[in-house]
């Protein structure tokens, strides 16, 4: 089950206030995650493999908690709050593309000034991503071998700089081109993600969690 | 380094999240005209950055270039930042929405620092330049781990030994940083000088 990436964004920013300020996480407080979880069916390998990689730096916390301090309390309640939230944000988010979460922004109605930030920067990423690519086939081509030494920092900092050149040039014409055209500030883009009955289900499941969690049901 | 959702106590989320709100808020005020542009790309820059691994020993790790950031915006750093690392929850769910507040103020308060010390830099010729663009890198990194070390203590006495551990690991990268950042600015006084003049 896929949800429109408005309703994702929402629903992950909630669930994750709901959660984070827990001083005692009771089984029912992953009521939501659970849900995600199970609609999340058909990804369930990517959401596992990610989880286990965002769960290195949570463990670490944890197992310092533990071992230096022996607040096993402690250590339990950052482990639970930060797997409840991450799973939600990995189960609602993974498969969707930068456009799309900017769709979802817009979808949002949040202020003009940070969608349009965030549109250029979605645009700005894939052509600097793009030239990093060709950068980096062109170091090895050349035998490039990354060492601890100065050559390799400095080739490095080259190659961040050749990155802004080429990427700048690029961002004026394309912002001198959208001006040309009458951009004043304001976008409007035309593919938008509908509403269905998914995003009315994650929104009841909001409702009932915040009813658990809030309402003294649990 | 991102804050995992979960970590920090409520007073830490609330403070650092009325901050960020406010520098963000403050620094999207100058986001108009080129600044757009500019501030976008910076965004990208920074969010591509987290890509770039360089090696230390037998180690790596991957360029934060926050300093490079606040030297070329200023204050427009601050939506800078906070976007990529919206990104970054989105797209790869490093950190999360709760602790965006917290890593905007522990990534972009410090670029600042970058800024001014890439000003004074431009002022000068042969070491003490030198020596200036190399702070201009080397210093956000330290301000960073700095915060992010504070901000952890302060969400409860447990995590103490986290802070001081993670405070550690950025020295080696308070180098590597400062070192990128020297011979970056220099190449770009070189190749494109509007680029960094206009900031």
């Known amino acids: 089950m896929r949800f429109s990436p408005s309703v994702s964004i929402a629903a992950a920013v909630l669930y994750s206030l709901m959660t984070a300020f827990l001083t005692q996480v009771h089984p029912l407080d992953g009521l939501f995650a659970l849900f995600v979880l199970i609609s999340a069916h058909g990804r369930w390998r990517v959401v596992f493999l990610r989880m286990l990689k965002l769960n290195i730096f949570i463990v670490f916390i944890c197992l310092t908690v533990l071992l230096f301090h022996g607040d096993r309390g402690h250590a339990l309640l950052i482990f639970f709050r930060a797997n409840l939230i991450t799973a939600v944000n990995v189960a609602l988010f993974t498969g969707y593309t930068a456009d799309e979460f900017y769709y979802g922004f817009h979808a949002l109605r949040l202020p003009d000034r940070f969608t349009v930030t965030l549109f250029f920067m979605v645009k700005y990423t894939e052509i600097l991503g793009k030239e990093y690519d060709r950068m980096k086939e062109a170091l090895k081509v050349r035998n490039f071998m990354p060492k601890t030494n100065i050559f390799t920092y400095k080739t490095y900092a080259y190659l961040a700089g050749m990155l802004l050149v080429r990427s700048m040039d690029r961002a004026v014409r394309l912002s001198q081109a959208m001006r040309l055209r009458g951009f004043s500030g304001r976008l409007y883009p035309f593919n938008y993600i509908s509403f269905g009955r998914s995003d009315i289900a994650v929104i009841g499941m909001l409702i009932i969690q915040s009813l658990f969690t809030f309402g003294g049901i649990v | ?199």
């Open chain 2, 1 to 199: 380094m991102h804050i995992s959702e979960g970590v920090l106590s409520a007073p830490v989320l609330g403070v650092t999240g009325a901050a960020a709100a406010a520098m963000v808020v403050y620094g999207f005020r100058y986001v108009k005209g080129d600044m757009l542009a500019k501030t976008a790309l910076m965004s990208s820059l920074f969010f591509v950055g987290s890509f770039i691994h360089v090696p230390i020993g037998p180690s790596s790790v991957h360029l934060i270039l926050n300093g490079l950031v606040g030297a070329v915006l200023g204050v427009c750093a601050f939506p800078a930042i906070f976007t990529a690392l919206l990104m970054q929850v989105l797209l790869f769910q490093f950190g999360g929405f709760t602790t965006l507040g917290a890593n905007t103020v522990v990534m972009a308060l410090p670029a600042l620092l970058g800024y001014y010390f890439y000003r004074q830099g431009i002022r000068r010729h042969g070491i003490p330049q030198s020596l200036m663009f190399f702070l201009a890198g080397a210093l956000p990194v330290l301000g960073s781990a700095m915060l992010l070390a504070v901000v952890l203590a302060f969400s409860g006495e447990g995590l103490f030994s986290a802070a001081k551990a993670l405070f550690l690991m950025h020295i080696p990268i308070f180098f590597v940083e400062g070192i990128v950042c020297l011979f970056l600015f220099r190449f770009m006084l070189k190749v494109y000088p509007d680029f960094l003049e206009r900031g």
